[in-house]
């Protein structure tokens, strides 16, 4: 029988939605500052498997389903774009990319 | 009774030649201009001749009254656009009509040769319906629509050289000045609607029939009223203070000059205290600053007029002189004397200005006195039109000024009101009158020619100008035998004829005292002896004597033995000095009022209020929202990070937000 | 100290850890493993919270096509050290602070909150009431058979743009 509290998960998601959120905010390279955002989205899925778990129903798998799939469509996309700028910009900075300024 | 009903075709006229002249007539040949301005003023002319005959007819006891429409209601306050006719009146029509009629044909020679020829007539055209609504108006607010009208119109034509500085200041200065006297007129008529509830003049002197004389040491209320619309006639009338405007509103076109400024807009303040002659009756105070106004500005002013070099200048002050003895003879008592006079000096400075106009012409624009001479046997008509009315307003017994002057000096003398000193003022003002227009009638015509003869062509003016100048010569020597009986002993012919105007609403107890001058032959014997009697006595009294006395100084000085004059200047050279610069009146009044109205102007009104304060608020504004645009702005500094970390906060907040009600809940 | 306890706060720490290893490093590679570490950590835990379908996806898609991915775009542009320019003085400032706020916040509240206290059940390491798949895609299929397919035509999408977005002018 798994004793663990559910709210020990939810801590953890809470503590790495934290950290993805710092790296969110300090990191200076583009693809590094993706994965900050996965993590955030790992983060979530967790939160969302804990309270499938807890309130007994499935549906929460089901959005952690959707999350990872629209996660990967993004990932491609997004990636793209990131290819897409650092051969224009020729840098991999975000601080770069700061063409629509006022 | 046609014209009686439809008074308002008198006004008509002259407005619709206005408006067209002055809407259409930029492009109208001379003579369309010219019969436009001219007919609508002699058919003007031709109306009151006919209302004349038709006034003869009705029963002229009581004030005839026509109401037209309603022009302004509000709460209590009605005032109509409602028109009276009565003997005085008929007399300001005349002399209104008829002198403008004249000087428009004479403004078809003196402006052929000017720019702007169709303004002047549609201007001229638009004074005299003004004019005309001012002498019509059944109540004090019509009547200052013409008052001020006749003000703008006065404005317009001293300026009507608009390109010269010194005719738009000239302008200016009439304007400002006539309108601190308005101010007070203003205040006059509202606190006589607050008194009478009414600012019609049928309506306000029954009310006052039935009050009380007021005493001569305190301010009543009627001697409040009187005081201020007198404030404005000073303005309108150029009386001292506020005469400064006449001698630099000659700036203007002679015939404005003629017309305005000597028959007619500035006689508007003497025939306003005639109007309101049942109020002045019963506010002594009143009366007596009027006469003591009019006696000191006759002689102040004489005594400017004596040294002027510029011939319109001497008549510019001369009008302002004759004015002050049109108020001395109402401040006394003697409306009639003052309407009588307000006659004949309409004829005759009417004549003076036109003529002296028709000496300018012929002199090519010269004005100055000093450069002309001799002219007598070269312009004839002109000499001997001029000379008639230098007569006439000399007082020389026989023509019109005599028997105007002499009439507002015996009532001065012996009048109710009579006043010793102000008698004195007038006598010796009318003494200094004589020399000084005899003065310029002999530096202008007589003597050697002092300007070279081969530059200047002097020619005579055409016969549209010389004909109005031999009527007015009539005028001013046929004029004033209206009162020839007054002087044996008989009924004045105009007094009589003016008699139920100013018997009307008399105070009681000075009906009898009232009647004297008329009555007074018949108090000693015999017709006959008392007659012949009189005759001597008028025909040597003071008056008579100071205008013979005039004469002849004025031949001494400037015909027998020219130097004497220059001699006598260096003796007195400071008193000279004094009063050929005018008193320095000019420079007090700029030193005193309008410097510190100026500064105040520029840097209260202008620095502070308006750039500082408005500006400043309005400014501030606008740059307020520039800067915190600004501020704003930088939100989009276009680096990414920063959009992370907004994005973060955002989250951050919402996050906060929805646990703090959650909790609350 | 029973074991579900002990593999609880094993994973959990190495699940920090990889995250922590992910912001501090600094070179992308090295954020990239960091990435997977955490994820497979984070599939044990499904694991133990009885979502075994979840954990396979997690392992297969995941960490095994989007985190190669992501190796590939480092590997191919050649993403070097950072360097260090620092426009944004709101993200120098504010960053620390904010995530470690949201952090604490969300974590203290998660903490303190009613479901929180509910003891996931399961017998073992490994919940015997685990969740069973053929339910699982049941109520995919039926219930949430519109978001199925619409997710479908997102990746059609996302092949198109990436398709776009990776041809180089023409």
Redo the contacts between chains.
């Keep these: 029988m798994n004793v663990v509290p559910i709210s020990y998960y939810l801590v953890l998601s809470a503590v790495l939605f934290g950290m993805g ?1 710092i790296g ?2 300090f990191k ?1 390279n583009i693809i590094t ?1 993706y994965m900050a955002i996965e993590l955030m989205l790992n983060a979530v899925n967790l939160a969302f498997v804990s309270f499938a778990r807890a309130h007994n129903q499935l549906d929460g798998l089901v959005f952690v389903f959707f999350v990872i799939v629209v996660a990967a469509a993004e990932a491609a996309v997004g990636l793209a774009i990131v290819i897409t700028i650092a051969n224009n910009r020729r840098s991999l900075n ?2 770069d ?6 | 009774m046609f014209i009686l009903t439809h008074l308002w075709i008198i006004l008509a006229l002259p407005l619709l030649g206005a408006a067209l002249n002055g809407l259409l007539g930029r492009n109208w040949p001379k003579t369309a201009v010219n019969s436009v301005g001219v007919g609508s003023v002699a058919l003007s002319f031709l109306c009151v001749l006919e209302l004349i005959r038709e006034f003869l007819q009705i029963d002229a006891s009581h004030l005839w009254f026509q109401r037209y429409f309603n022009w302004i209601s509000v709460g209590h306050f009605t005032v109509d656009f409602a028109l009276s006719v009565d003997q005085l009146t008929i007399v300001m029509l005349l002399v209104v009509t008829f002198v403008s009629l004249l000087v428009h044909i004479y403004s078809i020679g003196y402006m052929a040769h000017e720019g702007g020829y169709y303004r002047f007539f549609s201007y001229l055209n638009l004074f005299v319906f003004f004019m005309l609504t001012l002498v019509l108006a059944a109540n004090l607010v019509l009547m200052f629509v013409g008052w001020e009208g006749v003000g703008l119109c006065s404005y317009l034509l001293i300026g009507f050289w608009f390109l010269k500085k010194t005719a738009t200041d000239a302008g200016k200065k009439a304007f400002i000045t006539t309108r601190i006297g308005d101010f007070g007129f203003t205040i006059g008529i509202l606190l006589a609607f607050w008194t009478f509830n009414s600012v019609d003049f049928g309506t306000i002197f029954s009310q006052v029939a039935s009050r009380q004389v007021e005493s001569v040491t305190s301010i009543g209320t009627l001697t409040a009223i009187c005081l201020l619309l007198f404030a404005g006639a000073v303005g309108k009338s150029a009386q001292l203070p506020l005469y400064v405007w006449l001698p630099d509103a000659m700036e203007g076109p002679t015939p404005v000059s003629a017309l305005i400024h000597a028959a007619t807009m500035v006689t508007a303040g003497v025939y306003m205290v005639a109007r309101m002659h049942p109020l002045f009756s019963r506010a002594p105070l009143a009366m007596f600053v009027v006469a003591l106004v009019g006696a000191v500005t006759a002689f102040y002013s004489a005594t400017i007029g004596l040294l002027q070099t510029d011939i319109k200048k001497v008549l510019a002050y001369s009008t302002v002189s004759q004015l002050g003895y049109m108020f001395l003879g109402c401040g006394v008592g003697a409306y009639a004397a003052g309407i009588f006079h307000l006659m004949t000096h309409a004829f005759f400075k009417g004549l003076l200005f036109l003529a002296a106009g028709s000496v300018i012409h012929a002199m090519n624009g010269e004005q100055d006195m000093r450069k002309m001479g001799g002219l007598r046997r070269k312009i004839p008509v002109t000499y001997w039109t001029m000379f008639a009315a230098t007569l006439a307003i000399a007082g020389i017994p026989g023509f019109a000024g005599y028997f105007s002057k002499d009439e507002i000096l015996e009532a001065a003398s012996k009048g109710p009101q009579a006043n010793f000193w102000l008698w004195l003022l007038g006598l010796v003002g009318a003494g200094l009158t004589s020399f000084y227009m005899f003065r310029l009638v002999f530096l202008t015509f007589f003597g050697k020619p002092r300007y070279d003869e081969k530059k200047v062509h002097v020619h005579e003016s055409p016969r549209n100008m010389t004909v109005p100048l031999m009527i007015l010569a009539i005028g001013s020597v046929a004029g004033g035998w209206f009162a020839a009986p007054h002087l044996v002993g008989g009924t004045d012919y105009f007094e009589s004829w003016l008699h139920p105007v100013f018997a009307s609403y008399q105070v009681p107890a000075q009906v009898t005292q009232q009647e004297l001058p008329a009555g007074e032959g018949e108090e000693n014997g015999g017709v006959q002896s008392s007659q012949g009697m009189e005759l001597l006595r008028a025909l040597t009294g003071p008056p008579v004597i100071a205008a013979v006395l005039g004469l002849l100084f004025a031949w001494w000085f400037y015909i027998r033995k020219p130097d004497a004059a220059k001699r006598a200047m260096q003796k007195m050279r400071g008193l000279y000095t004094l009063i050929h610069n005018k008193y320095y009146v000019d420079e007090i009044y700029n030193a005193l009022f309008i410097q510190p109205l100026l500064w105040i102007s520029t840097n209260v009104l202008w620095h502070t209020m308006d750039e500082k304060m408005i500006d400043g608020t309005v400014n501030g504004i606008a740059h307020i929202s520039r800067e915190t645009g600004g501020q704003v ?2 939100l ?7 959009y ?3 994005v ?2 955002g ?2 907040g919402f ?2 937000l929805l ?1 703090g009600l959650w909790m609350v809940r | 100290m029973s074991v579900p306890f002990i593999l609880f706060f094993t994973c959990s720490a190495i699940a920090v850890l990889g995250a922590l290893l992910l912001i501090i490093a600094r070179e992308p590679i090295h954020s990239a493993l960091a990435l997977i570490l955490v994820m497979v950590s984070l599939a044990v835990l499904y694991l133990l919270l009885g979502a075994e379908f979840i954990a396979a996806v997690q392992i297969i898609v995941y960490a095994g096509a989007v985190m190669v991915l992501f190796v590939f775009v480092i590997m191919l542009l050649n993403a070097g050290v950072e360097q260090r320019t620092n ?5 120098k400032f ?2 620390v602070p ?2 470690l ?2 952090l604490l ?2 974590g203290h ?1 998660m903490w303190r909150s009613a479901i929180g206290s509910t003891i996931a059940n399961g017998p073992g390491a490994l919940s015997q009431t685990s969740i069973s798949t053929p339910d699982l895609s049941k109520l995919l299929f039926h219930d949430y058979l519109f978001p199925f397919e619409a997710t479908s035509i997102l990746i059609l999408i996302a092949i198109l743009g990436a398709l776009v977005l990776a041809k180089r002018g023409e």
Excluded: C, D, P
């Design positions: 959120a969110f905010i200076r500052i975000v601080e990319v700061n063409l629509l300024k006022f | 702005r930088e989009q500094s276009g680096n990414a990070r920063s992370a970390t907004w973060v906060i989250a951050v996050t906060v646990i | 426009y944004s003085k709101l993200a504010a960053g904010l995530g706020f949201l916040e969300v509240w």
